[in-house]
T-cell receptor, first 112, second 116 residues
Framework: KNQVEQSPQSLIILEGKNCTLQ??????????LRWYKQDTGRGPVSLTI?????NTKSNGRYTATLDADTKQSSLHITASQLSDSASYIC???????????FGPGTRLSVLP | AAGVIQSPRHLIKEKRETATLKCYPI?????VYWYQQGPGQDPQFLIS???????DKGSIPDRFSAQQFSDYHSELNMSSLELGDSALYFC???????????????FGPGTRLTVT
Protein backbone atom coordinates (compact mmCIF):
# COMPACT_ATOMS: atom_id res chain seq x y z
CA LYS A 1 0.00 0.00 0.00
CA ASN A 2 1.35 3.40 -0.98
CA GLN A 3 1.87 5.43 2.16
CA VAL A 4 3.59 8.60 3.33
CA GLU A 5 4.38 9.20 6.98
CA GLN A 6 5.61 12.40 8.58
CA SER A 7 7.13 13.27 11.90
CA PRO A 8 6.76 14.97 14.20
CA GLN A 9 3.02 15.49 14.08
CA SER A 10 3.48 18.97 15.54
CA LEU A 11 6.40 21.13 16.50
CA ILE A 12 6.80 24.35 18.44
CA ILE A 13 10.00 26.39 18.11
CA LEU A 14 11.15 29.89 18.93
CA GLU A 15 11.64 32.49 16.24
CA GLY A 16 15.14 32.38 14.78
CA LYS A 17 15.71 28.70 15.55
CA ASN A 18 16.20 25.95 13.00
CA CYS A 19 14.12 22.81 12.67
CA THR A 20 13.96 19.63 10.61
CA LEU A 21 10.84 17.80 9.52
CA GLN A 22 10.88 14.16 8.44
CA UNK A 23 9.04 12.21 5.75
CA UNK A 24 9.15 8.45 5.12
CA UNK A 25 7.38 6.85 2.22
CA UNK A 26 6.52 3.45 0.87
CA UNK A 27 5.49 4.22 -2.66
CA UNK A 28 6.11 2.37 -5.86
CA UNK A 29 7.02 3.24 -8.46
CA UNK A 30 8.39 6.51 -7.15
CA UNK A 31 8.21 9.53 -9.42
CA UNK A 32 9.03 12.57 -7.33
CA LEU A 33 8.67 14.01 -3.85
CA ARG A 34 7.38 17.44 -2.98
CA TRP A 35 7.19 19.51 0.13
CA TYR A 36 4.27 21.89 0.46
CA LYS A 37 3.50 24.62 2.96
CA GLN A 38 -0.16 25.05 3.75
CA ASP A 39 -1.64 27.83 5.82
CA THR A 40 -4.96 27.08 7.47
CA GLY A 41 -7.80 27.32 4.96
CA ARG A 42 -5.48 28.12 2.08
CA GLY A 43 -4.16 26.15 -0.84
CA PRO A 44 -0.82 24.36 -0.48
CA VAL A 45 2.22 26.21 -1.77
CA SER A 46 5.02 24.17 -3.29
CA LEU A 47 8.42 24.55 -1.63
CA THR A 48 10.54 21.93 -3.42
CA ILE A 49 10.25 19.11 -5.92
CA UNK A 50 12.85 16.35 -6.11
CA UNK A 51 13.14 13.47 -8.54
CA UNK A 52 14.86 10.16 -7.94
CA UNK A 53 18.28 11.48 -8.92
CA UNK A 54 18.23 14.58 -6.73
CA ASN A 55 19.28 14.36 -3.11
CA THR A 56 19.08 18.00 -2.03
CA LYS A 57 17.26 21.10 -3.12
CA SER A 58 17.03 24.53 -1.56
CA ASN A 59 14.45 27.28 -1.73
CA GLY A 60 15.55 30.22 0.37
CA ARG A 61 15.54 29.17 4.01
CA TYR A 62 14.07 25.78 3.10
CA THR A 63 16.36 22.86 2.23
CA ALA A 64 14.97 19.46 1.36
CA THR A 65 16.93 16.23 1.20
CA LEU A 66 15.99 12.93 -0.36
CA ASP A 67 17.47 9.49 0.23
CA ALA A 68 15.83 7.27 -2.38
CA ASP A 69 17.52 4.17 -0.97
CA THR A 70 16.03 4.51 2.50
CA LYS A 71 12.93 6.28 1.15
CA GLN A 72 13.32 9.19 3.48
CA SER A 73 13.16 12.93 3.01
CA SER A 74 13.68 15.85 5.32
CA LEU A 75 12.84 19.53 5.20
CA HIS A 76 15.18 21.81 7.08
CA ILE A 77 14.06 25.33 7.93
CA THR A 78 16.72 27.78 9.01
CA ALA A 79 16.31 31.00 10.97
CA SER A 80 12.59 30.42 11.42
CA GLN A 81 10.16 33.32 11.18
CA LEU A 82 6.69 33.78 12.61
CA SER A 83 5.29 33.44 9.09
CA ASP A 84 6.69 29.91 8.89
CA SER A 85 3.85 28.79 11.17
CA ALA A 86 1.86 26.42 8.96
CA SER A 87 1.41 22.77 8.06
CA TYR A 88 4.18 21.21 6.01
CA ILE A 89 3.04 18.38 3.82
CA CYS A 90 5.18 15.77 2.11
CA UNK A 91 3.65 14.50 -1.14
CA UNK A 92 4.93 11.65 -3.27
CA UNK A 93 3.97 11.23 -6.90
CA UNK A 94 3.34 7.71 -8.09
CA UNK A 95 3.81 5.89 -11.35
CA UNK A 96 5.05 8.83 -13.45
CA UNK A 97 1.51 10.10 -13.44
CA UNK A 98 -0.47 12.62 -11.57
CA UNK A 99 -1.59 10.41 -8.76
CA UNK A 100 -0.29 11.71 -5.48
CA UNK A 101 0.01 10.33 -2.00
CA PHE A 102 -0.18 12.99 0.68
CA GLY A 103 1.44 12.73 4.08
CA PRO A 104 -0.50 13.82 7.16
CA GLY A 105 1.61 16.94 7.55
CA THR A 106 3.61 18.46 10.38
CA ARG A 107 2.04 21.42 12.12
CA LEU A 108 4.80 23.94 12.86
CA SER A 109 4.26 26.81 15.27
CA VAL A 110 6.91 29.50 15.52
CA LEU A 111 6.66 31.58 18.67
CA PRO A 112 8.20 35.01 19.29
CA ALA B 1 1.44 37.14 -11.70
CA ALA B 2 -1.89 35.50 -12.41
CA GLY B 3 -2.79 32.63 -10.11
CA VAL B 4 -5.31 29.84 -10.13
CA ILE B 5 -8.80 31.22 -9.64
CA GLN B 6 -11.60 29.27 -8.03
CA SER B 7 -15.23 30.22 -7.72
CA PRO B 8 -17.18 30.48 -5.66
CA ARG B 9 -14.97 30.81 -2.59
CA HIS B 10 -17.75 29.72 -0.29
CA LEU B 11 -20.86 27.67 -1.02
CA ILE B 12 -23.65 26.45 1.20
CA LYS B 13 -25.96 23.72 -0.06
CA GLU B 14 -28.53 21.41 1.42
CA LYS B 15 -28.44 17.63 1.30
CA ARG B 16 -29.40 16.14 -2.05
CA GLU B 17 -28.77 19.42 -3.88
CA THR B 18 -26.20 19.86 -6.62
CA ALA B 19 -23.18 22.12 -6.74
CA THR B 20 -20.76 23.24 -9.42
CA LEU B 21 -17.28 24.42 -8.60
CA LYS B 22 -15.19 26.26 -11.15
CA CYS B 23 -11.45 26.47 -11.63
CA TYR B 24 -9.54 28.80 -13.92
CA PRO B 25 -5.93 27.69 -14.32
CA ILE B 26 -2.94 29.93 -14.73
CA UNK B 27 -2.82 31.18 -18.36
CA UNK B 28 -1.14 28.64 -20.67
CA UNK B 29 -1.38 25.86 -18.10
CA UNK B 30 -2.94 22.81 -19.72
CA UNK B 31 -3.38 20.49 -16.74
CA VAL B 32 -5.91 20.84 -13.94
CA TYR B 33 -6.21 18.81 -10.74
CA TRP B 34 -9.00 18.64 -8.16
CA TYR B 35 -8.48 17.82 -4.48
CA GLN B 36 -10.86 17.45 -1.57
CA GLN B 37 -9.75 18.27 1.97
CA GLY B 38 -12.12 17.38 4.77
CA PRO B 39 -11.85 19.05 8.20
CA GLY B 40 -8.60 18.01 9.81
CA GLN B 41 -7.80 15.62 6.95
CA ASP B 42 -5.16 15.37 4.25
CA PRO B 43 -6.04 16.60 0.78
CA GLN B 44 -7.35 13.74 -1.32
CA PHE B 45 -6.73 13.67 -5.03
CA LEU B 46 -9.99 13.47 -6.98
CA ILE B 47 -9.29 13.78 -10.68
CA SER B 48 -7.07 15.51 -13.21
CA UNK B 49 -7.30 16.65 -16.81
CA UNK B 50 -4.61 17.20 -19.41
CA UNK B 51 -5.43 18.98 -22.65
CA UNK B 52 -9.17 18.65 -21.96
CA UNK B 53 -9.00 14.90 -21.48
CA UNK B 54 -9.26 13.09 -18.17
CA UNK B 55 -5.74 11.94 -17.36
CA ASP B 56 -5.97 10.39 -13.92
CA LYS B 57 -8.66 9.49 -11.45
CA GLY B 58 -8.39 9.28 -7.71
CA SER B 59 -11.00 8.91 -5.01
CA ILE B 60 -13.77 10.79 -6.79
CA PRO B 61 -17.27 9.55 -5.88
CA ASP B 62 -19.57 8.45 -8.68
CA ARG B 63 -21.89 11.33 -7.72
CA PHE B 64 -19.20 13.75 -8.86
CA SER B 65 -18.16 14.50 -12.40
CA ALA B 66 -15.74 16.95 -13.89
CA GLN B 67 -14.56 18.22 -17.22
CA GLN B 68 -12.07 20.59 -18.73
CA PHE B 69 -13.29 22.99 -21.38
CA SER B 70 -11.71 24.37 -24.53
CA ASP B 71 -10.41 27.42 -22.64
CA TYR B 72 -8.82 25.00 -20.12
CA HIS B 73 -11.04 25.98 -17.24
CA SER B 74 -12.53 23.09 -15.34
CA GLU B 75 -15.76 22.45 -13.50
CA LEU B 76 -16.46 19.93 -10.76
CA ASN B 77 -20.10 18.93 -10.66
CA MET B 78 -21.40 17.39 -7.47
CA SER B 79 -24.85 15.85 -7.23
CA SER B 80 -26.94 14.34 -4.43
CA LEU B 81 -24.81 16.17 -1.91
CA GLU B 82 -24.21 14.52 1.43
CA LEU B 83 -23.13 15.99 4.74
CA GLY B 84 -19.78 14.27 4.31
CA ASP B 85 -19.11 16.28 1.17
CA SER B 86 -18.51 19.36 3.30
CA ALA B 87 -14.89 20.16 2.67
CA LEU B 88 -12.39 22.49 1.11
CA TYR B 89 -12.03 21.79 -2.60
CA PHE B 90 -8.74 22.79 -4.13
CA CYS B 91 -7.93 23.12 -7.78
CA UNK B 92 -4.35 23.15 -9.02
CA UNK B 93 -2.85 23.70 -12.44
CA UNK B 94 0.42 22.94 -14.14
CA UNK B 95 2.06 23.37 -17.51
CA UNK B 96 2.34 19.94 -19.00
CA UNK B 97 3.27 16.88 -17.01
CA UNK B 98 7.05 17.04 -17.44
CA UNK B 99 9.53 14.19 -17.34
CA UNK B 100 8.68 11.71 -14.61
CA UNK B 101 5.93 13.99 -13.43
CA UNK B 102 8.26 16.63 -11.97
CA UNK B 103 6.12 19.58 -12.94
CA UNK B 104 5.19 22.47 -10.68
CA UNK B 105 1.64 22.54 -9.41
CA UNK B 106 0.04 25.80 -8.44
CA PHE B 107 -2.94 25.65 -6.12
CA GLY B 108 -5.96 27.90 -6.04
CA PRO B 109 -7.36 29.33 -2.81
CA GLY B 110 -10.03 26.66 -2.59
CA THR B 111 -13.81 26.59 -2.41
CA ARG B 112 -15.29 25.86 0.98
CA LEU B 113 -18.42 23.78 0.53
CA THR B 114 -20.79 23.37 3.44
CA VAL B 115 -23.64 20.89 3.14
CA THR B 116 -26.43 21.28 5.68
Amino acid sequence: KNQVEQSPQSLIILEGKNCTLQCNYTVSPFSNLRWYKQDTGRGPVSLTIMTFSENTKSNGRYTATLDADTKQSSLHITASQLSDSASYICVVSVNYGQNFVFGPGTRLSVLP
Amino acid sequence: AAGVIQSPRHLIKEKRETATLKCYPIPRHDTVYWYQQGPGQDPQFLISFYEKMQSDKGSIPDRFSAQQFSDYHSELNMSSLELGDSALYFCASSLGRGAKGSYEQYFGPGTRLTVT
